[in-house]
């Protein structure tokens, strides 16, 4: 497994921007597949973006998709969530996920990824 470590959330108004960094202990990051997800209080954990490890493609959840952008930075063993125009419902506390073999191709599931980061707390609201 890989130890991750999770910062950048806060408090933002509506139509406001964040940008999540998820820093990992692995020596190669671009071996894992990585993903992000949610939970609101009282709900289920989303998952919201990822990236398969064995083809590099990215995937989203409708909610997020055209706001949200998931990246990474192999040098920095660090991964990304950019999220814009964010909404009240996007409130949650947020986790990032990985693991060497993960397919997203047709969803995006907690029980592919071993490895959590601990959560940042997101919270948006005028």
């Known amino acids: 497994q890989v130890q991750l470590v999770e910062s950048g959330g806060g408090l933002v108004q509506p139509g406001g921007s964040l940008k999540l960094s998820c820093a990992a202990s692995?020596?190669?990051?671009?071996?894992?597949?990585i993903g992000w997800f949610r939970q609101a209080p009282g709900k289920e954990r989303e998952g919201i973006s990822c990236i398969s490890s064995s083809d590099e493609t990215t995937h989203y959840a409708d909610s997020v998709k055209g706001r949200f952008t998931i990246s990474r930075d192999n040098a920095k063993n660090t991964m990304y969530l950019q999220m814009n125009s964010l909404k009240p419902e996007d409130t949650a506390v947020y986790y990032c996920?990985?693991?060497?073999?993960?397919?997203?191709?047709?969803?995006?599931?907690?029980?592919?990824?071993?490895?959590w980061g601990q959560g940042t707390q997101v919270i948006v609201s005028s």
């Open positions: 692995a020596r190669r990051l671009d071996y894992y597949g």
């Open positions: 996920a990985a693991d060497p073999v993960v397919d997203c191709s047709v969803r995006i599931e907690s029980q592919f990824f071993g490895s």
